[in-house]
T-cell receptor
Framework: AQSVTQLDSQVPVFEEAPVELRCNYS??????LFWYVQYPNQGLQLLLK??????LVKGINGFEAEFNKSQTSFHLRKPSVHISDTAEYFC???????????????FGRGTSLIVHP | DAGVIQSPRHEVTEMGQEVTLRCKPI?????LFWYRQTMMRGLELLIY????????DSGMPEDRFSAKMPNASFSTLKIQPSEPRDSAVYFC??????????????FGEGSRLTVL
């Protein structure tokens, strides 16, 4: 079984400042890692994912994340945030290869990023 | 592609009434998920279908909840009878093009349910 911990439930930050949203996971097998973003009154959408290869992954809207296997972390970063980045961010993992062909993801509780002008 | 389509977007009903939420997954996807999102409990997986077959329904709260997937392009989540504690946003998500991107879920816009 897998578990995902998002250490911060809320992260307030000023516009144009850098931000890091933390994600740690626990798993007995290798995993694929994902970050999703949820804007108000919308569904979740994929921000970026790590499947294999380079541990630094770039996603949409200037976000990037780094997979650290030894620390079982997949922190999300952006060097300069905008007001429009205000949203809920979810980290998720699935086992790799999928267990029995199943892609059931395990989600973290989410981190609310609040960008102030 | 139109994405995952859910209906209704908003539903207000009275306790004891039956509620049916509908989902049309992305064409070609072979996995479908129903999630419930609340402030208190976050995002909870209710049920997972693979190739129209329910694989994991351990998240279904109780017998009042049922889900079906009669074909690859349609699924329903039914609550009968509904209770105020069922008030939440219900999301449908699909994934799993064979040979395609591994594990990415595509979410619908959600159905916001309020039970009075």
């Amino acid at each position: 079984a897998q578990s995902v911990t998002q250490l911060d439930s809320q992260v307030p930050v000023f516009e144009e400042a850098p931000v890091e949203l933390r994600c740690n996971y626990s798993s007995s097998v290798s995993v694929y890692l994902f970050w999703y973003v949820q804007y108000p009154n919308q569904g979740l959408q994929l921000l970026l994912k790590y499947l294999s290869g380079s541990t630094l992954v770039k996603g949409i809207n200037g976000f990037e994340a780094e997979f650290n296997k030894s620390q079982t972390s997949f922190h999300l970063r952006k060097p300069s945030v905008h007001i429009s980045d205000t949203a809920e961010y979810f980290c998720a993992v699935i086992p790799s290869p999928p267990s029995g062909g199943s892609y059931i993801p395990t989600f973290g509780r989410g981190t609310s990023l609040i960008v102030h002008p | 592609d139109a994405g995952v389509i859910q209906s209704p977007r908003h539903e207000v009903t009275e306790m004891g009434q039956e509620v049916t939420l509908r989902c049309k997954p992305i064409s070609g996807h072979n996995s479908l998920f129903w999630y419930r999102q609340t402030m208190m409990r976050g995002l909870e997986l209710l049920i997972y279908f693979n190739n129209n077959v329910p694989i994991d329904d351990s998240g279904m709260p109780e017998d009042r909840f049922s889900a079906k997937m009669p074909n690859a392009s349609f699924s329903t989540l039914k609550i009968q009878p509904s209770e105020p504690r069922d008030s939440a946003v219900y999301f449908c998500a699909s994934s799993g093009i064979p040979g395609g991107p591994a594990g990415e879920l595509f979410f619908g816009e959600g159905s916001r349910l309020t039970v009075l």
